[in-house]
Nanobody, 122 residues
Framework: QVQLVESGGGLVQAGGSLRLSCAAS????????MGWFRQAPGKEREFVARISSSGAGTRYADSVKGRFTISRDNAKNTTALQMNSLKPDDTAVYYC???????????????WGQGTQVTVSS
């Protein structure tokens, strides 16, 4: 069983930056692909970014490409999402998740954190 805990959310002005972190415990972190998803009020949870188990492969949603960067440190069992040039549309609860396969769909992810709120003011 893998436990995931996100941190780093908060309130930021448009154009600003935030760095989200996700700490994993209870499993072999380096075996899992990791993903970040977000869910805005009244909307479905959507894919943001994912990284392969080794960290060699990444993929981003078109809406965040060029602004967000996903990374991981297998020695520290952490993954991070650096978010730059934030927009009000980025406002959502952000979740990290772990999967045994590389995927961009929520159903492929077996373990989820509790989420962290990101609010971008205009």
């Amino acid at each position: 069983q893998v436990q995931l805990v996100e941190s780093g959310g908060g309130l930021v002005q448009a154009g600003g930056s935030l760095r989200l972190s996700c700490a994993a415990s209870g499993g072999t972190f380096s075996r899992f692909a990791m993903g970040w998803f977000r869910q805005a009020p009244g909307k479905e949870r959507e894919f943001v970014a994912r990284i392969s188990s080794s960290g060699a492969g990444t993929r981003y949603a078109d809406s965040v490409k060029g602004r967000f960067t996903i990374s991981r440190d297998n020695a520290k069992n952490t993954t991070a999402l650096q978010m730059n040039s934030l927009k009000p549309d980025d406002t959502a609860v952000y979740y990290c998740a772990a999967s045994s396969i590389i995927a961009t769909i929520t159903s492929a992810y077996h373990y989820w954190g509790q989420g962290t709120q990101v609010t971008v003011s205009s």
